[in-house]
């Protein structure tokens, strides 16, 4: 028994030093606290619990095993019911074959084998369930191979902060934020030429387009904006911009061109024997074209019938840019709060050849839907609980056929302005954009 005052002050100093030392690494390197401490015990922990969890989650079922059973066997004089041990086949819940969890960066991974009549739907049903039984941020579900599943699990939100937008060296390609693995999340117009950018106000549409811009704006390319806000979001980068068109008549006339540059760029191609701008000689490929179009829904909306016939030109030039540019290097980049069937056929129909989709906030489980469409409900889920308060937040339609949670990286409009003056120097004139493809004779 210790009986000075020191020896009695030793152990709860030498564990008070031990809880801080842990503080510390914990803050100042929580990269190695998690790899050396934290994960080995949370794989501990997981494997230890997942029966209860798996029960608990409903993802169990009922197999016929041999077990030891204890049964009554007979009444005793005593009163006392005398007990037998058999072995026999009873019912016994079985959960899904777990493999060893494996450390991420921002949590862990696990590979489990479905059980038989089980497909990884109900996993995603459950997903939620599970993230509240391991005390997680998410549960992500993927299944690359039949008859078993991975789960992507995320301890905190690593959408919280996303740090400074990296430069993209590779043309038509930019990263342009972060998705929820901690990957880059990339806008690749050569995997993926048309996109979709739906959001409810003040959910971080245009300031996708800035970091699109910013990406951009080094790069051999000419960037072409259509600003149905009455040109106040792309105004101030109009050094970097080879057109831009701010009201629908202006639209009007700059798809015109884009639709006689296309049909000359064909030609160009038909006549070089190839089958699209890439296969020409690097000196005769014309430039590639994104087209940043913000407000997209404003193109669409019929005040009265004499805006009837603008309208269809402006549909029709929209789709056959989506239907044809790809091959001849004109790229669509496409935001609006509702893309929605209501607009007219059109847009239903632009939406169909725009693969690449995000959804940001949104206020209503339609725009979600029509966004997402086809994608796995629980990405609608995802889509209709981003908070408000994180700006930029994303559900996006990855190239890998996955969707995730991403952010894009916080680009204020100076920011995109600087680029856009940095970089005016690459912009391409419109005026030769439009003369270097004539339609060959
Ligand atoms: N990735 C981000 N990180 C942090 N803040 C962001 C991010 N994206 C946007 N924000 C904030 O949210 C605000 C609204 O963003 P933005 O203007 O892009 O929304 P919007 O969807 O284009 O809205 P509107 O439909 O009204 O044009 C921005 O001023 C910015 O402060
Ligand atoms: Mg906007």
């Known amino acids: 028994m210790p009986d000075t005052l020191p020896e009695l002050l030793a152990l709860p100093a ?13 803050h100042f390197h929580p990269v190695s606290f998690w790899y050396v401490l934290a994960y080995p015990l949370t794989a501990i922990g997981i494997r230890a619990s997942w029966r209860k969890v798996a ?19 007979a009444l005793v004089s005593t009163g006392t019911v005398k007990v037998r041990r058999t072995f026999r086949r009873v019912a016994v819940d079985t959960k899904p074959w777990m493999w060893l969890p494996l450390p991420t960066r921002y949590g862990w991974r696990v590979t489990l084998r479905l059980l038989e009549g089980q497909i990884p739907a109900d996993y995603s049903e459950a997903a939620e369930r599970l993230a509240h039984s391991w005390g997680v941020h998410a549960v992500r579900v993927s299944s690359d191979k039949p008859g078993r599943i991975r789960l992507n699990v995320t301890i905190h939100d690593p959408l919280i902060r996303v740090d400074q937008i990296p430069p993209s060296p590779d043309l038509l390609k930019v990263t342009v934020g ?3 693995t901690g990957g880059a999340w990339l806008i690749d117009f050569t995997t993926v ?16 387009a800035n970091a699109l811009l910013v990406g951009l704006a080094p790069q051999p390319v000419a960037l072409v904006g259509f600003d149905l806000k009455g040109g106040v979001e792309f105004t101030p980068y109009t050094p970097r911009l080879s057109a831009l068109a701010t009201s629908r008549s202006e639209c009007s006339d700059l798809l015109a061109d884009l639709i ?21 000689p690097p000196a005769d490929r014309p430039v590639p074209i994104v087209v940043l179009v913000d407000e997209l829904a404003e193109l669409y909306l019929m005040a009265d019938k004499s805006e009837k016939d603008e309208i269809a030109r402006i549909s029709t030039a929209l789709l056959r840019i989506a239907q044809l540019g790809r091959a001849f290097g004109i790229y669509l980049f496409c935001s609006g709060q509702r893309i929605s069937s209501e607009l007219g056929p059109g847009v239903t129909a632009l939406r169909a050849q725009c693969s690449g989709r ?24 995802s889509a209709r609980a981003i908070p408000a308060e994180k700006p930029g937040v994303a559900i996006v339609a990855h190239q890998d056929g996955q969707w995730y949670r991403a952010r894009s990286f916080y680009i204020p409009e100076k920011t995109a302005e600087q680029a856009a003056h940095a970089y005016a120097h690459l912009t391409p004139d419109w ?10 004779a």
């Open 14 to 26: 030498a564990l008070a030093a031990v809880a801080a030392g842990l503080w510390a690494w914990r």
């Open 55 to 73: 029960l608990g989650c409903g993802l169990t079922k009922k197999r016929q095993r041999f077990w030891w059973t204890i049964t009554p066997a």
């Open 178 to 180: 972060r998705l929820e």
């Open 193 to 208: 030429p048309h996109w979709i950018n739906a959001g409810a106000t003040q959910s971080g549409k245009s300031n996708l």
């Open 260 to 280: 006689a540059l296309m049909i000359g760029r064909m030609g160009q191609c038909r006549t070089a024997g190839a089958r699209n701008i890439w296969q020409l």
């Open 358 to 381: 995000i959804c940001h906030r949104v206020n209503d489980p339609e725009t979600a839907t029509m966004t997402l469409g086809d994608l796995d409900p629980s990405a609608l889920d």
């Open 431 to 440: 005026a030769d954009i439009c003369a270097e493809t004539k339609i060959p």
